[in-house]
């Protein structure tokens, strides 16, 4: 059955753009990206039914982040996609009569956490956490130095209007309701706006 593991081999590699790193008893190993990927070989004239559940529990059990099931044709009476699907359990079909067109992925592995993956998780959280902590310092500071430099510019603004002004506050001119009422400008705009209407 050496012919349907290399076809499985050539597909991986070839077909999928992973990386044959090796194989460790049935299993071969993958890696895709930064990702190992494990495709268990279970090629037999005969299958049994628990025999396949058996090795997708071994399966389980590698630090992968994906898992796929090998089988012929054949097999397919056993697998319940369900279950697969639930685990995240790939399947591979490979029909060695076909060549490499007859190696085909029923159904896809989901990606696994791992525990790398969730010591990365907690290196990142922790990394996050002290990011914001340095950017909200860094904030504090710019808002601090900016209410410095501001308030000293209209410190400085102020001392120079004083100094023109010879220390007396600038005068405000005041509108009277009156002054308004009495302009001719204002009589006119209202008389247009009653002919208007």
């Keep these: 059955m050496e012919f349907p593991k290399l076809l499985v081999i050539r597909y991986f590699s070839e077909t999928l753009g992973m990386k044959y790193i090796g194989e460790s008893g049935w299993i071969l190993l993958?890696?895709?990206?930064?990702?190992?990927?494990?495709?268990?070989?279970?090629?037999?004239?005969?299958?049994?039914?628990?025999?396949?559940?058996?090795?997708?529990?071994?399966?389980?059990?590698?630090?992968?982040?994906?898992i796929y099931l090998a089988i012929l044709p054949e097999a397919t009476l056993f697998i319940?996609?369900?279950?697969?699907?639930?685990?995240?359990?790939?399947?591979?079909?490979?029909?060695?009569?076909?060549?490499?067109?007859?190696?085909?992925?029923?159904?896809?592995?989901?990606?696994?956490?791992?525990?790398?993956?969730?010591?990365?998780t907690n290196?990142?959280?922790i990394?996050?956490?002290t990011m914001l902590e340095y950017i909200n310092s860094?904030?504090?500071?710019?808002?601090?130095?900016?209410?410095?430099?501001?308030?000293?510019?209209?410190?400085?603004?102020?001392?120079e209007v004083?100094?023109?002004?010879?220390?007396?506050?600038p005068r405000e001119t005041q509108v009277t309701p009156g002054s308004v009422v009495e302009n001719e400008w204002v009589r006119i705009l209202r008389s247009r706006g009653k002919s208007g209407s």
């Design 30 to 66: 993958f890696e895709e990206g930064l990702n190992k990927v494990a495709v268990g070989v279970y090629f037999s004239e005969i299958y049994e039914e628990a025999e396949i559940y058996k090795r997708v529990g071994e399966l389980l059990t590698k630090e992968v982040s994906k």
């Design 80 to 120: 319940d996609p369900r279950y697969f699907k639930n685990q995240g359990v790939g399947v591979v079909v490979v029909d060695p009569s076909r060549g490499l067109e007859g190696v085909e992925i029923k159904i896809f592995a989901k990606p696994r956490l791992t525990a790398t993956t969730v010591a990365d």
């Design 123 to 125: 290196k990142f959280e």
């Design 127 to 129: 990394l996050k956490s």
């Design 138 to 159: 860094q904030l504090k500071k710019l808002e601090e130095t900016l209410y410095e430099k501001l308030k000293r510019y209209i410190d400085q603004r102020i001392e």
């Design 162 to 169: 004083r100094r023109q002004t010879g220390g007396q506050p």
